[in-house]
Structures are given as C-alpha cells and as structure tokens.
C-alpha cells in the first residue's frame, strides 16, 4: 500500500524534539537550578553540591549522553523549526499567537546563550566553584546576560511542556489546555524567581 | 426614518475600499481605492458587484472591474474567503455596516491568486484526498448496512462536519507557508470526523498515516489561530490534540508491534 510506505521521517524528528526538550534536557534544566539554588544557602553548600555532581559514576558519559546530544538535538533541530515557521503575531495578536512566536525567539535566545554559559563555565578550564561564579557574575555584562538567559531559558520550558502536552495529547480539550497554560505560566514565574534568586546569591555573597 | 429620506441618506453616503489586486498569476500586486454608493444591509460582494457595474476607482480613472468569487452567498460554500480588514473571512456574510473604514480586502495568499481576490484553494482538497476525508461505501456486491453511530458521538462530529473548506484556517495558520508542507489544520479535523464515523474508522490507520507523512500533524506549532478564525467555530485545536493523542498511539503500537 503506497500510503503505508509513506515518509515519516519528519514525524519522527518532531515528536523526538519535543520529548528531548522535556526528557532530559527539561529535567536537567531543573537539575542544574536546584544546584545553582545551594548558593543561597552559601559557598560551602554550593561547593559541596558541585563536588556531589563530579563524584557521579562515568561523568563524562553521562553528560554526553544524557545532557549534550539531546541538547545539541534540541537545538539544532529547534532552529530548524523556527526557521520554518511563519510568524504573523502582528496581523493575528491572539495570546497564543504571541507565545507561539514567543517560543521561537526564546528558544533562538537560549540556543546563543547556552552556547555563551558553556563557553565561560563549562570549556573555560576553570575549576567550577563557588568563587569562580561569584568572579563570572560580579561582571555586570555577564549578569545581564545570566539574567536573559535565565528568563528565556524557563519561558521556553515552561511554554515548551504546555505544547508538549498537546503534541503528546495529554490535553486535548480547550479547558484542559486554558488551566495548563495558567500553571505553566505559574511555573515560569517560580522557576525564573530561583534561578534569578541563585544568580543573585552568586553576586553578593562571597 | 422614511424610506424617501434613506434614498436621499444613501445617495450621499460612500464607503470606501482599499482593494489588493493583481492582474496574473505572475504580476506584482497593486492596492487600487474605490468609493462605492452605500446602500443599506449591502455586503461585500454587494460591493463588489457595485464596482463591476461601474469599474471607476477613487481618482475617477476606468480600471478593469475586479475580478471574485463566490457562490452560495449564505457562508457555505467558502468560495468568497477574503482578507477583509485584516481577518479571513467570508465576503458573503461580512456587512459593510459592521465593518470599521476605509475597508481592506485582500486575496488569502496562503494559495496561488489566479486575479486579483481569485486563488486556487486545489491544495485543500488534495490534502482530504490524503487524509481520504471520505467514507467507503461501495463494493461490487451489496454490502449491507453499516454500523450504528453513537448519538453522543454524531452531536460534537456533526460539528465538524461544518468545515467548508474555505481556507480561513489555512490562511491564519503561521506553519502553511512557502518553506513547509502543513496540510493545515481543516485536513487534520477532517480525518478525525471521518475516523469518528463507524464505518469510516474501517480505514483509521490509512489517515494516521497519512497524518504521519510528509507536511503532517507533527507541522502543528499550536498558535491556534486556525479555531479564532474559522467561521463555523470548529474546535480545530481540539481535533488536532485528539488526532495527535490518536496518532502517537498508533505509531507506538504499529511500531512495537513489528
């Protein structure tokens, strides 16, 4: 049958963009800020959170696997996307117009930006502590881009799993998907507060 | 107000359209401006009719009348679907009265425009051929009756067998555009009512694949513009979730089944 043999490539591609975006590089998204959040708690809990982190078995592994190939998936696949879309949020102002394109930009804001955070954290051959981002954040041209960074990164998860739910049919019905955009928006603002709040930890105690 | 003095009113009274046009498929458009009489309850193929009769524009220039289309005139056939002041609609079932001015009306150029407010909507019923929007029926003997339909089921189906095709949805949708291939959000609608109906779920899994296929579900970037503009309120954004729930369970089942 011609219609079986039909390319489902691109279905594929999609539907593994959006899982990667919540299984694992969403999980370590909240991961990575529940370690950052030790810093309000002070340098010694930050420090201790960081050598827990570098002990786990086959690091290296673990991290290529589980955070940078979906990440770079993720990513790339992502620009792909936003590339492809059209974006009419001036003609058409509805709400979820606007989140749509919303999505798109954020999502292109947080690709630059991580590539940024790894270039100064993670491949700057610096030992990772408390001291070394309280030195990287004192910077007021670093804060400002941790800040955006942070605010684009946790709008783009949180509206990223409210369309997740559809793309997955979790919530099909209008009121199903009108009560998850109120939580995920609640989810936004308390996931930016902490990540703001540990950004802040970072920057006036030392 | 008499009838005598609502001559008198009407004779004064002009509104005023800015209309896009192109002369052929190839040509650059051009927005042309037309003051037309008013008359009470006129719509806008009252008013385009009005501009056929006397084919001069604003500056008092003859121009070549502008060239439509439409049908049913009662908002069911879809051939009238404009961009009128800003939104797809049907020029049929928009009032001048209603409408604020001067009056915007341009082609919907998500399709091909053969002539100024005339397109080709053929990729639209290419797409219910891939998604085959039909119900088989035939057979080369008697096939008897079908299965019943659950009356639950028949109310909210009934509803989206409202669509008329008329390309709003396809038009507002920020995912058709030249650098994809999106179906658009009617086709997937169209599968799900056809899906619904007992007979025609005999032949489910040929719409989920096609939903799978090339330009797709997975195309749906959830602006949900499509369920805003269409003008018999179908819940669009509901068959989609519904289809892409339905479909992901297919492609899980028939791939773990192999």
């Given amino acids: ?206 | 107000m008499s009838v005598a003095e609502q001559d008198m009113n009407s004779k004064k009274k002009v509104v005023r359209l800015l209309i896009e046009r192109q002369d052929d498929p190839n040509s650059s458009p051009y927005t042309e401006t037309f003051d037309i009489p008013w008359r009470p309850g006129m719509n806008i193929i009252a008013a385009l009719m009005e501009i056929q009769r006397n084919p001069v524009n604003a500056s008092g220039e003859k121009v070549r009348p502008v060239a439509w289309e439409s049908n049913c005139l009662e908002e069911v056939c879809g051939a009238c679907t404009m961009v009128i002041n800003g939104k797809p609609r049907q020029a049929c079932s928009a009032l001048l009265d209603q409408l604020s001015q001067p009056i915007t009306i341009k082609p919907i150029r998500t399709f091909p425009v053969i002539r100024d407010l005339v397109v080709n909507r053929s990729r639209m019923f290419d797409a219910l051929k891939r998604v085959k929007a039909w119900i088989p029926i035939d057979g080369t003997y008697d096939l008897g009756p079908g299965p019943r339909m659950p009356e639950a089921d028949r109310q909210w189906a009934y509803e989206l067998a409202k669509c008329f095709t008329c390309g709003a949805c396809v038009e507002a949708c920020p995912n058709v555009n030249e650098k994809t291939s999106f179906i658009g959000p009617f086709a997937i609608s169209q599968a799900r009512l056809f899906n619904t109906h007992p007979t025609g779920a005999m032949h489910k899994k040929d719409r989920f694949e096609a939903l799978m296929g090339e330009g797709g579900i997975h195309e749906c970037g959830n602006s949900q513009n499509c369920v805003q503009v269409c003008p018999k309120g179908i819940p669009l954004i509901t068959s989609i979730a519904a289809m892409n729930r339905a479909v992901d369970g297919y492609a899980f089942s028939s791939w773990l089944g192999k």
């Fill in chain 1, 1 to 206: 049958m011609a219609i079986a043999t039909a390319n489902h490539r691109d279905f594929l591609f999609r539907r593994l963009h959006t899982l990667a975006g919540v299984v694992p590089v969403g999980l370590f998204l909240l991961e990575h800020f529940f370690t950052n959040a030790t810093a309000t708690e002070g340098p010694t809990a930050f420090n201790n959170a960081v050598n827990t982190i570098q002990h786990i078995p086959y690091l290296h592994v673990v991290e290529f696997v589980f955070i940078f190939l979906p990440l770079i998936y993720h990513g790339v696949y992502g620009l792909y996307v936003a590339y492809t879309s059209g974006y009419n949020a001036q003609q058409y102002t509805w709400l979820r117009n606007r989140m749509f394109a919303l999505q798109r930009i954020t999502g292109v804001i947080t690709f630059i930006f991580i590539i940024y955070h790894l270039w100064t954290t993670r491949f700057s051959g610096q030992e990772p502590n408390f001291n070394f981002v309280h030195n990287l954040v004192s910077n007021p041209i670093n804060f400002w881009i941790m800040l955006i960074g942070v605010v684009a990164a946790t709008f783009h998860f949180s509206n990223g799993l409210w369309s997740f739910m559809v793309h997955w049919g979790i919530t099909v019905g209008p009121r199903a998907q009108r009560i998850s955009a109120v939580v995920m928006m609640v989810f936004f603002v308390i996931l930016a507060f902490v990540g703001i709040d540990a950004l802040l930890a970072f920057v006036h105690t030392a």
